[in-house]
């Protein structure tokens, strides 16, 4: 996979992967301790180059290295995690 240099944009919550002058983002926000990982979009013309897997997983290093846990409500993320089971001790069960 290639290696993509993910920024975070904190004014608007999201991770954003800018590629050929469009953007990928996962769009987060910050909430107990946790964040809330809401929606994940990648432009139709960037689809299927692991941009969408480069912006969960720089959003996973955040929260290590933040020592915060993760909620998610994005299916994208829940699809990606299905693979990288690894990543499931940061991610707290849903609210019932």
Excluded: W
Excluded at 24 to 33: A, K, P
Excluded at 38 to 53: A, F
């Amino acid at each position: 996979m290639q290696a993509y240099n993910v920024i975070n944009n904190e004014q608007r919550q999201q991770f954003q992967l800018p590629v050929e002058g469009e953007i990928g983002f996962l769009e987060y926000r910050l909430h107990d301790g946790a964040i809330v990982l809401m929606h994940t979009e990648v432009p139709e013309k960037l689809g299927g180059r692991g941009i969408g897997s480069a912006l969960v997983a720089a959003a996973f290093d955040y929260a290590r290295n933040h020592q915060l846990k993760v909620k998610v409500y994005c299916p994208f993320v829940k699809k990606y995690l299905n693979h990288h089971p690894e990543l499931n001790d940061l991610v707290l069960p849903p609210s019932s």
